[in-house]
């Protein structure tokens, strides 16, 4: 068991830069994956990025490569979403999620814990 909690959400001007958090507690495993996903009005659930607990290796989606940056402190048990140059489109919430397995997954039915989201809008 593993509880996620986002922060760091928030209202910034399109070209601006957010830093997104998710604090985890209880159970961690270097097994897990951790993964950010947003959910726009109207819109599926999508992947943004990924990282492993133990190790450097990260994946992004297409969309994001170059404007996004995730990282974890395992110190702090707390990985990070750098967002930078926003546009209108990012608009969405944000939901950190965790998983337990060798692979990262883009598919939200393959993440077991979920945050409760956090809100960034970026106003045009």
């Known amino acids: 068991q593993v509880q996620l909690v986002e922060s760091g959400g928030g209202l910034v001007q399109a070209g601006g830069s957010l830093r997104l958090s998710c604090a985890a507690s209880g159970r961690t495993s270097a097994s897990y994956i951790m993964g950010w996903f947003r959910q726009a009005p109207g819109k599926e659930r999508e992947f943004v990025a990924g990282?492993?607990?133990?190790?450097?290796?990260?994946r992004y989606a297409d969309s994001m490569k170059g404007r996004f940056t995730i990282s974890r402190d395992n110190a702090k048990n707390t990985v990070y979403l750098q967002m930078s140059s926003l546009k209108p489109e990012d608009t969405a919430v944000y939901y950190c999620a965790a998983r337990l397995g060798t692979f990262f997954a883009m598919d939200t039915q393959r993440y077991d814990y979920w945050g409760q989201g956090t809100q960034v809008t970026v106003s045009s």
């Open positions: 990282i492993r607990w133990s190790g450097s290796s990260t």
